[in-house]
């Protein structure tokens, strides 16, 4: 690993981390464009290590929203059961969608997510 890019995946974690303290989001809208554009990492590499980021992330984030009394672990609990089976489709899928498409579908969902923050 080239030491000059430390710094910048400090920086990606340090802002994915407080993304996802703030917004419960980070992982893919921080660190997966992050990877591909600062550091010129492969797409699918990309999408495999930002999941591995979030975990520690959230969880941290998770100790922190429980102390504060705002978690529900009702809904968590239940659309964690969902999130295991689609993180397992997802990621069985990911290495059958070519590049260009997984880029594409990628920058979709993350334009429908923002607009429908901004205007909902």
Do not use: C, Q
């Not at 809208?29 to 699918?44: C, K």
């Amino acid at each position: 690993m080239k030491n000059f890019l430390k710094p910048k995946m400090l920086a990606i974690g340090l802002i994915a981390g407080i993304v996802n303290g703030l917004f419960g989001s980070g992982g893919g809208t921080i660190v997966v464009p992050a990877m591909v554009f600062l550091l010129g990492m492969d797409e699918h590499k990309s999408h495999a290590t930002a999941i591995s980021i979030i975990l520690p992330i959230s969880i941290i984030s998770t100790l922190i929203y429980f102390k504060n009394g705002i978690l529900d672990f009702k809904v968590a609990g239940i659309v964690t059961i969902g999130g295991i089976i689609g993180g397992y489709i997802g990621a069985k899928l990911l290495n059958r969608i070519p590049r260009k498409i997984l880029r594409k579908m990628f920058g979709t969902f993350m334009i429908i997510a923002a607009i429908r923050m901004v205007f909902k």
